[in-house]
């Protein structure tokens, strides 16, 4: 009798291992962030620039066409589960002009990349850099055409699932064609470099994998 209640209890404990080992067997494990798609988010803010350098666009002692100013910025971002993101970004910004233009506007079309340092916190820091093309002019009017070049750095603060709040500082190198202002003066002559600093803050939303 001690005999057969020995097998049985042996083969209801091997029938057991072998349902638990079947059970683990079966559990696939997450795959690596690697491979998941890319992220796709809108990016909306604001930004001060405040000129640092300005001998292309004004030139000696004469009224300057370009001072400090603030503007908004709407932009596209692909970003990878690696870090580095692809950017699209329009900008625009009132700017005082002196007494040369009644408002001057800056408009900008930027595309460049960004590489996030560390994503594994809410607080996420970046660097990028951006080139594009840009005109300047009054309320009305183009008077100049040209390009920019930008490096920047900034964090990334997760205030959400889908809404990140974004913090930058800008070093924003701009040349434009050769104009003239209504006090007679040749500005940009030969493309001559400009250099302003900005800081934005915006509202990052994402829209999930694409």
Known sequence: ????????????????????DETVHH???????????PDVSLDIGGAAIVPLYRGGICPGDHVCVMNGGVGVRVGVERRWPDGWALLGRYDAWVVDAGTLF????????RIGARYVIDQTTNVHPYVEGLVGFLAFGDTRTVVAAGGSVTLAGGTEIELSDNLVLD?????????TGYFQTRDNVRRSDGFGPNLALQISLGLEVLLGSF
């Open 1 to 20: 009798m001690l005999v057969l209640l020995a097998l049985a209890a042996a083969t209801s404990a091997t029938r057991v291992r072998a349902q638990s």
């Open 27 to 37: 559990v696939a494990p997450p795959p690596p962030p690697s491979t998941h798609a």
């Open 102 to 109: 009644d408002i001057g506007l800056l408009n900008s079309v």
């Open 167 to 175: 913090l930058d500082l800008e070093l924003f190198t701009f040349a």
